[in-house]
């Protein structure tokens, strides 16, 4: 129950059967119980036959359908370590939040630390200069790929950091170049946090904004290491809430 | 005067305090040196007393800045307020 | 007071000088410019009396801006430049003034002009201003005892404020008064942070809350806000509140509620409180200058 799309994932004998994904909108209770349905409809599953169901996520007490929930902390441990056992640190940057996870070669949460609701420090911060600049987020993270050139971002917030944009637009700064300045800045408050719990072994990066390359990048420049996007790393959280009711259904 | 350098955004309350009236008594200034980031400045304040300071550019990120010093777990005693004899350097966080 | 002005705070720009005075007469006539990020204002005051002041926008050049907020004190009065014994520069772009003598804090210059603009019984100092807030704790000479300052996140600032107003369409001087023609006070709204905040209200507009609901409810966040930034000072009597949002009735009404405090009111135009200190200040040190030559 993210704060920008629901997914759910149903897992069966050790393997992803289905992955469904709404946008939660402003009626994310409605949005979660159409993607529910239509994973359900999808692999061809009866209600009854769903054994237990785990959520987890910034909306996860209220989701519907599930059994219990668990934290998104949790979450991520559990499910990296299922696709990625050398994975020791696990980021999670979404919309609202960052997250850094320390887990251990079973998946369980060693130490973690959060970066709440400010969006400098989170996806929210690239979406708002996407749109100043009226670029596609999706063409905004390749953007930055492009640039040649480090400016650095003065303002530490989102809101006054539009300001600072128009006049790096004004001033004719390449719109490559601000990009990165923005995956920069977003970047480096993660890192921060990270080297606060510390990396050891391999580091992946799941989460809304891990199928943006630019920040992928500024993430793995600013932690002077090599950082691993999984395959369908939005779902990893789902993944470990799946994995978590299937051990606690038996 | 207790001089508060930091800030509150919408994920905490992020401030370093200078006591400058226990500052003032303090010859050696072993904050300068002892943070590892070098944030601390001695400055001439408005009532005309040396003091240490926050520099400008780090007001705005202590969070982060502090970070090294501030592991999640098992975090050590911070280099400034073990420096500062007099006892003039807290933390909020 | 004789003010040539509207109450449009943001927007208008004004000047104001008093007749009833002639600074040719005075002994000593000091400056005070505080070139704020979003305005500037110029004080200018003969023997520790106010005599004249303006207040005008910040352009992009602060050099520049705090000429003009000089030239325009001065428009209409007998002075020039020339017979200021001393000019002090503060506010955010106080380094760029290029005719001060001296650059102060706006932390400094604010306790020492709301000193004079409330009288030495105020103890707390809340400034709001378009891109910053100030809590202030001085004592009864207007010295600084205890100061924050928030300048790095927009939640309790006029530039939130703007935002909010933008996505209601609401002009920012109707904000406050709007906000309190609800019939039953919301919740605040949730998010501290301005941008989630405003996703926020986006989606209470969808569920049909009026205009008017939707401000309160920020109103009160943003008191609320302003309180827990308060209590890291320790609020004390007297209390003041100057800066822009001080003519915001909704936030200022909420939060003299949260905190059992009503605030002072000031004859003075309390957006000149920075440039009052810095003119104060600069009246001191001539002072002490004399004193020191006498000395000699
Ligand atoms: S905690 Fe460390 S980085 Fe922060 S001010 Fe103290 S010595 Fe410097
Ligand atoms: S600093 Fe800016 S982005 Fe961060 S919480 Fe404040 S308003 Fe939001």
Known sequence: MGAKFIKVLLFKDGRVVVRTREEAGFEPLAAAEKAYAAALAQAGVAESDVQNVFATGAGRKNAPRAKDSITEVSAAARGINHLMPNVRTVIDVGAEEGRAVKCSATGKVDDFAINEKCAAGAGSFTEAVARALEVPLEEFGRLSLQSSKAIPMNAQCAVFAESEVVSLVHAKTPKSDIARAVHDAIASRIVSMVRRVGINNDVALIGGVSNNPGFVDALSRGLETNVTVPEHAEFIGALGAALIAGERSN | MKANYGYMDGSGEFFITIDTDSCIACGHHGCVSACPVGMFEIIVDDYDDEVAAIKGDHRKKVKYDCGPCKPVSDRPPLPCVTACTPGAISHSW | ?296
């Open chain 3, 1 to 296: 007071m004789a003010e040539k002005r509207k109450e449009f705070w943001r927007w208008k720009e004004y000047n104001w000088h008093d007749e009833s005075m002639n600074p040719k007469d005075a002994d000593l006539i000091t400056a005070g410019v505080d070139v704020g990020s979003v305005s500037s204002q110029t004080v200018i005051m003969a023997d520790g009396q106010l005599y004249a002041y303006s207040n005008m926008r910040t352009g992009s050049d602060s050099p520049d801006s705090a000429r003009k907020a000089m030239s325009w004190a001065l428009e209409g009065t007998p002075l020039t430049m020339g017979d200021l014994a001393y000019t002090v520069g503060t506010g955010y772009g106080r380094v760029n003034v290029p005719f001060a003598n001296r650059a102060i804090t706006e932390i400094a210059c604010h306790a020492r002009g709301g000193n004079m603009m409330y009288g030495p019984s105020v103890r707390t100092i809340l400034d709001m201003g378009g891109q910053d807030c100030k809590a202030i704790l001085c004592d009864d000479r207007g010295k600084v005892t205890n100061f924050l300052m928030n300048d790095k996140c927009a939640a309790g600032t006029g530039r939130g404020m703007e935002v909010f107003a933008d996505l209601l369409a609401v002009s920012i001087e109707e904000v406050g008064e709007l906000s309190l023609d609800v019939e039953e006070e919301p919740p605040p709204v949730s998010s501290t942070c301005v941008v989630f905040a405003k996703s926020e209200a986006t989606s209470l507009l969808r569920e049909g809350w009026p205009k008017s609901k939707v401000l309160a409810a920020y109103c009160s966040a943003m008191a609320h806000r302003v309180y827990t930034l308060l209590e890291r000072v320790g609020v004390q009597k007297e209390f003041a509140i100057t800066g822009g949002i001080a003519k915001n009735i909704g936030v200022v009404k909420r939060l003299e509620k949260e905190l059992g405090l009503n605030s002072l009111k000031s004859k003075y135009d309390t957006q000149i409180a920075g440039a009052l200190g810095a003119a104060l200040f600069a009246k001191a040190l001539v002072e002490k200058e004399r004193k020191q030559a006498a000395a000699q």
